[in-house]
């Protein structure tokens, strides 16, 4: 089995900062892309920010010059961190990865973590 574990959302103020993390654990061989992911009250699940095992990455426009994804190849984990957070980035950020496996390979999804920003 494999598991996604995030941690490290909560509440802070427009403006304030805060880092996401992402652990992968269970039965990998390697892993290919992991990135973030948000989903607001309402509003349909979107891709945040995205990293290749090459280090490639995109990122969604509103987040651009203010969140950094980066990972730890050697931990099997994925960071978030978030700058100049805006009430707009309010949601539940879900971790996403796709992992190979000695037979196969395909993306899971951690339980997600809240992050609320309001002053």
């Known amino acids: 089995q494999v598991q996604l574990v995030e941690s490290g959302g909560g509440l802070v103020q427009p403006g304030g900062s805060l880092r996401l993390s992402c652990a992968a654990s269970?039965?990998?061989?390697?892993?290919?892309?992991m990135g973030w992911y948000r989903q607001a009250p309402g509003k349909q699940r979107e891709l945040v920010a995205r990293?290749?095992?090459?280090?490639?990455?995109n990122y969604w426009d509103s987040v651009k010059g203010r969140f950094t994804i980066f990972r730890n190849n050697a931990k099997n984990m994925v960071y978030l961190q978030m700058n100049s957070l805006k009430p707009e980035d309010t949601a539940v950020y879900y971790c996403?990865?796709?992992?190979?496996?000695?037979?196969?390979?395909?993306?899971?999804w951690g339980q997600g973590t809240q992050v609320t920003v309001s002053s």
């Open positions: 996403n990865a796709d992992i190979v496996r000695l037979a196969d390979h395909q993306y899971y």
């Open positions: 269970g039965s990998i061989f390697s892993i290919n892309a």
């Open positions: 990293m290749t095992s090459a280090g490639g990455t």
